[in-house]
């Protein structure tokens, strides 16, 4: 208890002093992973939760630099501490088929009512017969239906040049321990030919109304211990899981102020 104690405070004066926590990095041969984590604002209520923004972002590269060699990542799955908490009664429903195939636009005039976030993905296409290409897209998140119990966050990708689209459908569960709210996916069947996934990054935040009242699609507390102000803990966990059976973990720390 005395060495929580004192781990506790180290970190309490850590935070005033100004250092923050940076983005965690994993490898395994010539593989490397990151993954960052935000959440706005980190000045919460101790005791009860409120509305924030979560933003989650990770890449995968080769030390070598040699991007041919990558391995294919085919699952993300994000884990969230159990501080988090998700609310989605009240908000309309989007299904896959009304947002694949449909541009930004039109997934927006279709689903504009279920969007709950945005973010970016980054991955090089390998087509037989083309050299490599870099194909960057927009991601919208809208709010998915349930599939055996768990809800879906339904993450449609759409790229300009050249155009088109596909879905991430990630699966929200619930489960014991620290972390909480697990978020994972698995890269479309139709795009494991071509898709080498080397960047994504997703901002989780919506304010809406609910029986009269105002809600947050996602919000959390700050449960730093009696007596202190000010806490660093382990926000969330990222696995990677590659096509040729390599696995990483990796886990960001995010600090947070008591409110009042």
Known sequence: MRAARLLTAATALLLCLGISAQAERNGEGDLVVTFDTAMHPTRLPRQTVAPVAVRVAGDVQLASGNTAQLPQLRTISVAIN??????????PI???GEIEPASERAARRVCGGSIVGSGHVTLQARIPTQPLFTVKAKLLAFNGPRR???????????????????????RVSRRPGLFGTVMSTTLPRR???????????????????????????????????????????PFARATYDFANGQSLTTTAAQSCRVAG
Do not use: E, N
């Open 94 to 96: 989007c299904h896959v």
């Open 148 to 170: 055996s119990g768990d809800k879906l966050i339904l993450a449609q990708a759409y790229a300009r040049k050249p155009p088109g689209a596909f879905v991430l459908s990630f």
């Open 191 to 233: 795009t494991q030919h071509w898709a080498y996934l080397t960047h994504f990054d997703m901002t989780l935040h919506r304010i809406y109304t609910f029986r009269g009242q105002p809600r947050s699609y996602i919000s959390a507390a700050c449960s730093a211990p009696a007596g202190f102000d000010t806490v660093l803990f």
């Open 82 to 91: 159990r501080q988090g908490r998700l609310f989605d009664r009240g908000l």
